[in-house]
T-cell receptor, first 112, second 112 residues
Framework: AQTVTQSQPEMSVQEAETVTLSCTYD???????LFWYKQPPSRQMILVIR??????QNATENRFSVNFQKAAKSFSLKISDSQLGDTAMYFC?????????FGAGTRLTVKP | DTAVSQTPKYLVTQMGNDKSIKCEQN?????MYWYKQDSKKFLKIMFS???????INETVPNRFSPKSPDKAHLNLHINSLELGDSAVYFC???????????FGQGTRLTVV
């Protein structure tokens, strides 16, 4: 089965600054999806950004962007202009053939 | 109109009891999942179903039995509940072509 590794259990950033969350994964598949999900204290899982493995261009969604390095099996999330509302758990996820696996998560705190 | 809905949202029960959690999606997705999120926030896949067919059964005790009467519903029945079953259980659905998974609001199960 695929594995997803998030090596940063906790991170903090000052409001308006930029922060990057790391994620690596292990797979022998060539076609798959990668995601970043946000889980605020409300526990709702919210999709932040999505990347198809066959697309070389990095996905962006407003203040959120990814650095997808397929050969290195790396998928980091950059949050620009951090806001207090970005404080949450962030999960990296890998999906292929009805199988979706998550990393252990990174707890991000945005400080005023 | 809620895309993926789980009931109940909270469940408190005694050890040894049997309980069910219901999940319904109105997105027309083919694949549905159950995840367990433990106290450390780790999201572990339990089951995935595609068009009512079991695809993944991830080393889950036999006390857990998923049931998919149709592709819009995936219920989770748990027999002989144990203290270690206390967790948040998430239902999710996805479409293979788009990959994105939508989550229910989670069910916090507390076994006392």
């Amino acid at each position: 089965a695929q594995t997803v590794t998030q090596s940063q259990p906790e991170m903090s950033v000052q409001e308006a600054e930029t922060v990057t969350l790391s994620c690596t994964y292990d797979t022998s598949e060539s076609n798959y999806y990668l995601f970043w999900y946000k889980q605020p204290p409300s526990r709702q899982m919210i999709l932040v950004i999505r990347q198809e493995a066959y697309k070389q261009q990095n996905a962006t969604e407003n203040r959120f962007s990814v650095n997808f390095q397929k050969a290195a099996k790396s998928f980091s999330l950059k949050i620009s202009d951090s806001q207090l509302g970005d404080t949450a758990m962030y999960f990296c996820a890998f999906m292929n053939n009805n199988d979706m696996r998550f990393g252990a998560g990174t707890r991000l705190t945005v400080k005023p | 109109d809620t895309a993926v809905s789980q009931t109940p949202k909270y469940l408190v029960t005694q050890m040894g009891n049997d309980k069910s959690i219901k999940c319904e999606q109105n997105l027309g997705h083919d694949t549905m999942y159950w995840y367990k999120q433990d106290s450390k926030k780790f999201l572990k896949i339990m089951f995935s179903y595609n068009n009512k067919e079991l695809i993944i059964n991830e080393t889950v005790p036999n006390r857990f039995s998923p049931k998919s009467p149709d592709k819009a519903h995936l219920n989770l029945h748990i027999n002989s509940l144990e203290l270690g079953d206390s967790a948040v259980y998430f239902c999710a659905s996805s479409q293979v072509m788009t990959g994105e998974a939508f989550f229910g609001q989670g069910t916090r199960l507390t076994v006392v």
